[in-house]
């Protein structure tokens, strides 16, 4: 009895149980910032860069194939430079590129070039000026006009990207009903070791009409869900439904 009666008083100790009050309090507070600082950046694209020969002055993050049309724009210090970009629930990754002017080339527009990190042995013999927007934190460094050039370390998709740069990913071509099954299957084995990517459904959207509504269907349910719900998941349910079936007539559309 007198062991249990020690413990209770110790417990009750108003001094102690302030103490674990402030534990307590500090705690919360240190997990709830933490939550405050991971929602903050999964919801924001920051991209920055320290880049070598490259002008002062204003840049541009556009879409990959269509330069002329600037998304954001920011100005480039002594190589230094930050895009910061809020997004909401709808957003989705997309290829994106970076230019500047540059009254040396033929367009007067130059940009930034990046190596192939994902090829090994062979990463420094291919560049390209595409990369990833992702949610989160991107870096970009090295020398723009000396090989290798760029090195991007972004979040997963530019992984992906780079990984199948070479595989025409989703491309089916005029091959064989047995070259397709095993083209087909090699596209599926890839989405299920990345069901994240947004990039592998674009890559098979834009090769769309080499594929029958069974194929689509089966391709679409490999995907995780927040990618199947997308914009562009939406894109491919809108055009397997305008889309007619073979030896049907086309449906009535308002243009």
């Known amino acids: 009895m007198t062991y249990i009666s020690v413990n209770t008083h110790v417990v009750s100790n108003p001094i102690w149980t302030h103490r674990m009050k402030i534990i307590n309090i500090l705690f919360s507070t240190f997990f709830f910032l933490i939550s405050c600082k991971e929602q903050k950046v999964s919801n924001e694209i920051i991209i920055e860069g320290q880049v070598k020969n490259m002008p002062d002055g204003k840049i541009y993050l556009t879409e990959a194939h269509y330069w002329q049309i600037p998304l954001d724009s920011t100005i480039c210090t002594n190589g230094h ?20 002017p540059d009254s040396s080339k033929p367009m007067k527009v130059g940009g930034l070039f ?46 992906v990207m780079y990984k199948t740069q070479f595989t025409d990913f989703g491309w089916l071509g005029n ?21 994240f990517s947004y990039f592998l459904l674009q890559s098979i959207y834009d090769a769309k009409e080499q594929y029958s509504e069974e194929e689509i269907n089966e391709i679409l349910s490999l995907f995780v869900s927040d990618v199947q719900k997308s914009k562009l998941g939406d894109r491919f349910r809108t055009y397997l439904t305008n889309r007619p079936d073979p030896n049907e007539p086309y449906p009535n559309l308002s243009l």
């Open 175 to 195: 091959i064989d009903a047995k070259q397709q099954l095993q083209r087909i299957g090699f596209f599926k084995t890839e989405i299920k070791k990345y069901p």
């Open 114 to 159: 990046f190596r192939n990190y994902m090829l090994k042995a062979d990463s420094l013999k291919y560049s390209g000026e595409g990369f990833y927007i992702e949610k989160g934190y991107t870096r970009i460094e090295g020398d723009n006009q000396k090989k290798p050039y760029l090195r991007v370390f972004a979040v997963k998709e530019t992984d």
């Open 81 to 100: 430079f930050v895009f910061k970009i809020k997004t909401d629930s709808s957003f989705v990754p997309y290829m994106a590129a970076i230019h500047f």
